[in-house]
């Protein structure tokens, strides 16, 4: 059986279609397939991870997912999220977090901007804890930053699992991701060398190039590219050459 391998692609890859009533979605990974070779099929726990865009005066359906939970990661434009019966401005930055069951929808009917997202989707099978979750919204501007974790790079926790032990957020909520953050490193830095033998890991490049050298080979990326890596599989970023920032988010 041949070694699992990271797997990259540019969202501008992908074919689109439309759903969600006026949403543009690029699926940039699904799911394993047995039946399908298709390298971007690829997902063992995460079971969604898409680029969305939408237009400047228009709104996606009012849903909920009974059995997954979902964060939407704002790329680009100002708009509305709705929650609930709450409606919440977002822009750049913004993680917005919804555990299964809660009606949400994105509202650019008072927008003159289109809107580029992320929308990262996780099966939950066991709903037990359920009840002490909660809706988030955070801005990465708006967490402190932590070096040290990963060699250089400087991380921006964003979201984090119900049951930390030592929680880095005033909201601990996931019930089955592990854990989003943003990270960044300047020119000439880098992250260290390691891997995780329990969780499988997306890099998506928001900002700057650079490099993700695994155990296998060196990957060149950009901004717009999703990284995939597998379980147990080594791997590090570094930013080689861009004189700016190279930033990306860390999906688990």
Not at 58 to 86: C, F, P, S
Not at 90 to 105: D, I, L, S
Request: charged share 20%; aromatic share 10%; net charge negative.
């Amino acid at each position: 059986m041949a070694s699992p391998r990271a797997v990259v692609r540019n969202w501008r890859d992908s074919d689109s279609y439309l759903g969600h009533d006026n949403a543009i979605v690029w699926p940039i990974f699904g799911t394993l397939d047995t039946n399908d070779p298709s390298s971007h099929l690829c997902l063992t726990h995460l079971t969604g991870f898409a680029g969305h865009s939408l237009q400047a005066g228009k709104n996606t359906d009012y849903h909920a997912h009974e059995n997954a939970e979902q964060y939407y990661y704002i790329l680009a434009g100002e708009m509305e999220v709705r929650i609930g019966d709450e409606r919440v401005p977002v822009g750049p930055g913004t993680a917005t977090y919804f555990p299964p069951g809660v009606k949400h929808q994105l509202l650019g009917e008072d927008s003159s901007d289109w809107m580029q997202y992320l929308i990262i989707t996780c099966a939950v099978a066991d709903d037990t804890h359920v009840d002490r979750s909660a809706p988030r919204v955070v801005n990465w501007s708006d967490a402190s930053p932590t070096l040290g974790n990963h060699g250089k790079a400087v991380t921006w926790q964003l979201l984090e699992r119900l049951n930390e032990q030592e929680p880095a957020t005033d909201q601990p909520c996931l019930l089955s991701f592990y854990y989003l953050a943003r990270q960044s490193l300047g020119c000439g830095q880098a992250s260290d060398m390691h891997q995780h033998d329990d969780k499988e890991q997306i890099y998506y490049v928001t900002e700057g190039k650079g490099v993700v050298v695994t155990e296998y080979e060196a990957h060149r990326v950009r901004e717009g590219d999703a990284v995939y890596l597998p379980r147990s599989v080594p791997h590090m970023i570094l930013n080689d050459a861009h004189d700016g920032w190279l930033s990306y988010l860390v999906v688990s």
